[in-house]
């Protein structure tokens, strides 16, 4: 309000006694006005009601949330959700009873056609003069192997663009092993640079006369676990299996390759595919007063890996998206426009849901004034990324100040807002993309170490916290985010 009323200082300087009466006149004019003539000056984002209301929700959500008891259900009344498996189907039904009883309301599922592979079993041996077995994971979508498994000499590249050059004389036959470490980063970047050893290392390898390939982990941790993972193969190039090894694993076998060139591998997998299922995504709302049919998304997915619990990878998102929801619904205040929560199905292997809900909802998602979704762990929120018209950018800092005294930077406005995202944006559906504390995140990512060990209660509140500030901005603010070009969609 202050900032309609322009007051330079040189002719404050100039004030004499009666100027001073005569502004003060002017300013208590100028407010009762204000009302009467609230169309002719610029929209302001927020009022200081809202404002405040967005503060008192932060406190709140510091003095302790309920997010810790959401993911506890969900691992462990569910467990492991691999999409299409029975735990997949009982995860919606949890979704579904949890919005219900937390009292959301338009609860519902949209059905989603999602694959289905199983992971069966898997042995990697390490032969020769130093036999041990290797701690090691198929990685997701991978064909198995024939009973006996495959047994060859191992050729090491230390990255998918080494192997992209390498001599097909050389990798003929032979198991290729793709020996690259991720970096630990603040912001989970590391992930970004390696994660394409995992998804096309396969066909690459395999383009090049490989029988199999195996991968060093994409994680940072030391302790023995193997990190699985979504793999594509590519429609020319022969299927061959695909394999991660622990950190450690790896290190032993390519210090074995390093003395003796010789060193064999033997891999065995009993993965299969089995023919497409269904799934669903599951949707509860906290319905906005005057914009009701405007909408707000906060976003995670329901699925997960196999190997463990699902508790960071993504129970964490679930829990913070659905607490953050329901502590707006607790407010005296209202939100003018709908909160609406979407949990998709299988974002894990190919984000099934997701594409599901950007064609389900048409028309609608010129409706959608911003989306976010939590999907890399427990936080804290250290950034806040955007994906909004340039315009808007003044609001964003406006809402990051709100969010004081959590300790949250600015970041860029070229977000993607995360995968589940990915359909919505291409629509042109503006993102705030909340950057996540991954630090630790990517030592359990897709292991069977993701479990509730590794969620801290009060973490977590400070990232609902961080979350439901946002969204309940964003469902109150004044004018929109604007859009984004629609650009094709092609993952
Ligand atoms: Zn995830």
Partial sequence: MLQMVPSPPRQRRALTCAGATFLALFLAFTVQLRPASAQSVPVTDWTDADLAAAAALRDRALKGTSAYEHVSSLVTEVGPRLAGSAGDEAAVRWAMNRLGKLGFTGVRTQDVLVPRW???????????????????????????????????????????????????????????FINERMERTRDGEGYGKVVKNRVQGASVAANLGAVAVVIRSVGTSDERFAHTGRMVYDV????????????????????????????????????????STWSANVIGEIPGTDRAGEIVLLGAHLDSWDLGQGALDDGAGVAI????????????????????????????????????????????????VLAMEADTGIGPVIRLETQV????????????????????????????????????????????DPVLDATLYFDVHHTMNDTLAKVDAKTLDQTVAAYAVAAYLAATKQGDFGRLSPVPFDR
């Fill in 236 to 275: 020319s190039a022969p299927r061959i299996p695909a394999f991660s090894l622990s950190n450690p694993d790896a290190d032993v076998l390519s210090r074995q390759l390093k003395t003796n060139k010789q060193t064999r591998l033997r891999v065995k997998s009993s993965a299969r595919e089995m023919p």
């Fill in 118 to 176: 199983i992971r069966g079993t898997t042995e990697v041996t390490l032969l020769g003069p130093a036999p041990q077995p290797l701690v090691a994971a198929t990685l997701g979508g991978s064909i198995g192997t024939a009973e006996e498994g495959i047994e060859a000499g191992v050729i090491e590249f230390d990255s998918l663009a080494s192997l992209s050059t390498g001599q097909a004389s050389d990798i003929k036959n032979k198991i290729v």
């Fill in 321 to 368: 998206v659905v607490e953050a929801a329901r502590l707006i619904s607790r407010m005296d205040r209202k939100p003018s426009r709908t909160v609406r929560v979407v949990l998709f199905a299988n974002e894990e292997f190919g984000l099934s849901g997701a594409k599901e809900y950007a064609r389900l909802i048409g028309e609608e998602h010129a409706k959608h």
């Fill in 389 to 432: 018209a340039p315009e808007s950018l003044g609001a964003i800092e406006k809402m990051r100040k709100a969010m004081e005294p959590l300790v949250i930077d600015s970041g860029v406005n070229t977000a993607s807002g995360g995968a589940d995202l990915g359909p919505l944006r291409a629509l042109g559906v503006p993102v705030l």
